[in-house]
């Protein structure tokens, strides 16, 4: 996604906002922080969106701390039950965790980027089992998706899907479906 | 014309079903006919009521217009599949070994020629509890998903094309998170 530059998830996920610190000061680029100050002055915390921070931090002039959807909280609810965890919450609309994280992790120094790429990779291989699970159990359902029936748990845990689980989702819900018109159109149109 | 998101990396069953209709088949015929040349190749001469071989599509369509009966292949048959599942249940890593479009043409044979099959109903029985069977260990190399490889050996085209496009999407994911901690040691 990184070097993707005509891909739209790729710009979406840049678009979040990380924390920023700065380590000298800036004149006339205030309007940044949105505030009313003309300049930015030396230490002072602004959020600034991924795709200016990936430059700015390049070049040395600040220096960011991991962003709270990777914070200890997270990371700790993910080893303890990774499926539970709504991760299109942590990121807000449209939800692009592994996309923003991948960035993220691509600035940090090589420790620090090893155990996010651990942590995704694991939450991911954990959350994928139920992902299809759930996928094929609602093409027998229906499209729509009822959601009632199969209860709250599983429910709550569509929702709190990040938008490429989302994308894995619909093509295993997609493949079932086909299947299971296969094999039913058998009895019927033969005879 | 652009091609459907899940449709960009497999193909249909109904496709599956037709490349497998290809395969050649044995029939005792209940009309008599000459060598004829078809696109595929040429088939028959069909004297009943000795056995002859030709094409699943062929035979099928001889069959629903009642112009022969079709003799099921070796593995079609209750002994058969019953053994089979016994090895499927047995080897919980490893897969049975099955012919490679079992499905599509036991789907065939089941609703066309029922009545050629001894024991429809056990068999279908039997195909089902295969069926679930991989599925389940398809389902726990899922959980052992690689962003490189991942070896499943022994799966039939119809399962191959139905868990493809997602296992292909996460793996593609996964390499893509990974791809740090290779690209820097």
């Known amino acids: 996604m990184e070097n993707d530059y005509f891909s739209i998830e790729a710009i979406l996920a840049e678009n979040q906002k990380v924390q920023c610190t700065f380590k000298h000061e800036i004149p006339n680029m205030g309007h940044l922080g949105g505030g009313t100050d003309r300049d930015i002055a030396v230490l002072s915390k602004i959020q600034i969106p991924m795709w200016l921070a990936y430059i700015i931090i390049y070049s040395d002039w600040a220096d960011f701390n991991i962003p709270t959807p990777f914070g200890l909280k997270v990371r700790n609810a993910l080893k303890a039950e990774a499926t539970s965890v709504r991760l299109s919450n942590l990121v807000g609309s449209g939800g692009l965790w592994y996309g923003f994280g991948k960035m993220i992790m691509d600035m940090l120094s090589e420790d620090q980027a090893g155990e996010m790429s651990e942590m995704m990779t694991k939450a991911f291989k954990a959350r994928v089992v139920e992902l299809v699970d759930q996928a094929q159990h609602f093409a027998a359902i229906g499209a729509g998706g009822s959601g009632g029936s199969s209860g709250d748990v599983a429910q709550s845990f569509r929702e709190g899907l990040d938008s490429t689980e989302r994308e894995i989702f619909s093509l295993a819900q997609a493949s079932a479906k086909r299947m299971k018109a296969w094999y039913d159109e058998s009895d019927k149109a033969r005879q | ?185």
């Open chain 2, 1 to 185: 014309m652009a091609l459907p998101v899940p449709l960009r990396d497999s193909v249909t069953p109904h496709e599956l079903e037709m490349i497998a209709s290809q395969q050649l088949i044995e029939i005792v015929p209940l009309i008599a006919m000459e060598r004829t040349a078809f696109i595929s190749g040429a088939y028959g001469p069909l004297r009943p009521p000795s056995k002859a071989k030709i094409p699943l599509w062929m035979a099928v369509n001889l069959k629903l217009k009642k112009k022969c009966h079709i003799i099921p292949p070796q593995w079609l048959s209750v002994e058969h599949l019953q053994d089979r599942l016994a090895q499927e249940v047995a080897n919980p890593d490893a897969f049975s070994d099955l012919p490679f479009r079992f499905t599509e043409i036991s789907k065939v044979l089941l609703d066309v020629a029922s009545d050629d099959l001894e024991n429809p109903d056990q068999i279908r029985t039997l195909l089902k509890d295969l069926r679930e069977a991989r599925q389940a260990k398809s389902r726990e190399g899922l959980r052992h998903l690689d962003h490189s490889e991942l070896g499943l050996t022994g799966l039939t085209s119809m399962e191959i094309n139905e868990i493809r496009p997602f296992f292909v999407q996460s793996m593609s994911l996964l390499t893509k998170l990974a791809r740090n901690t290779e690209a820097t040691t």
